[in-house]
């Protein structure tokens, strides 16, 4: 059955009313940040000046008030944004403050002695917290860096400590990243904002019909996850036509099926183009279509599983919680 048509992103639009599960849903893909704070000098980027203030969990529960399709917000996944430990001991530290903040992907040097990074940010608090590993691969100069012998031993210490590692990459990156992550066997593999397909309008003849086909190869390997989120962060003001985001969605949900799409916001950096809410409606409405439990996976049982994301807690989202144990890895559903 074909995606039903997605709605423009807009703040005003109501969700309608929809039974809440327990468990809610889950953002898998948000940031925290203070421009004071070390390495966040990438704020001062022109054009980014709506980003350039802090964003706290307070912030992030003020914009998903709305939640997603008239259910409130039961869980998120805070995601680095700088390459540097500090920032991931601050954001562990943070979501042991904050029930709401279910689990912290965090950055390591995947070149460096991965084990000794992850025994350091576990014993801090928020440790057991530690859920996943990004580095910023979009960055790197070599398009090859991925298949480089060290990094591709911190991926498989990644994948021995049963934490999930998030891939971030744009065009130059993406077939490299994707034959390195297929050589480390057992490697849970989270692609964020669907390998960040072009969408500006104008765009490079072919662009789209590239990334579909890195992106089919991506969701071949086994365990391999996408999230949602961030297709139309980088648009620019050239804006953006919502038939090539349909087809971005169609593309994602013939590679990877329902079961393997988790919704992420890419709140606040979402808000050079649009707001938590908007986009959260753009993804409801593409996935109109989809029966209840594809939604649920969506909205939720995909990043749960992903992430091994301790259940939901009893306590009302803001209140402080108990330390935990360290994380079981769950099977993901491939159906």
Not at 33 to 48: E, N, V, Y
Not at 309 to 319: D, E, K, R
């Amino acid at each position: 059955m074909p995606p039903a048509e997605p709605q423009a992103p807009s703040p005003g639009r109501a969700a309608g009313p929809a039974a809440e599960p327990a468990a809610g849903p889950v953002d898998a893909h948000h940031h925290l940040w203070d421009p004071a704070d070390p390495g966040q000098d990438w704020l001062r980027t022109a054009g980014h000046e709506v980003l350039r203030r802090r964003f706290g969990p307070e912030d992030l529960r003020t914009a998903a008030a709305g939640g997603v399709a008239g259910r409130r917000l039961g869980a998120a996944v805070v995601v680095q944004s700088v390459a540097r430990l500090d920032e991931t001991r601050r954001l562990l530290a943070t979501a042991a403050a904050d029930a709401l903040l279910a689990g912290v992907v965090g950055w390591v040097d995947l070149t460096g002695d991965v084990l000794a990074q992850l025994d350091e940010l576990r014993s801090g608090p928020g440790g057991h917290l530690l859920v996943g590993v990004r580095h910023l691969v979009q960055d790197e100069p070599d398009p090859g860096w991925s298949l480089r012998e060290d990094v591709r031993r911190g991926l498989r210490a990644v994948a021995a400590e049963g934490l999930a590692f998030d891939l971030l990459v744009r065009a130059p990156q993406r077939a490299a990243a994707t034959a390195a992550v297929r050589r480390v066997p057992g490697l849970r593999v989270v692609l964020d904002h669907a390998g960040k397909p072009d969408l500006r309008r104008g765009a490079a003849p072919g662009a789209l019909a590239t990334w579909a086909a890195q992106v089919r190869e991506l969701a071949a390997v086994e365990g391999s996850v996408c999230k949602v989120s961030g297709l139309l962060s980088e648009v620019g003001p050239a804006g953006w036509e919502p038939a090539d985001l349909l087809r971005a969605w169609e593309v994602l949900l013939e590679a990877f099926g329902p079961h393997r799409l988790a919704f992420g916001s890419d709140w606040p950096v979402c808000l050079l183009t649009t707001d938590w809410r908007g986009w959260a409606d753009a993804v409801a409405g593409l996935a109109g279509a989809l029966t209840a439990p594809e939604r649920e996976a969506l909205f939720g049982g995909t990043a749960r599983a992903a992430y091994a994301l301790a259940p939901a807690p009893t306590t009302t989202p803001g209140t402080p919680r108990s330390p935990g144990s360290p994380r079981t890895p769950t099977t993901l559903e491939t159906a």
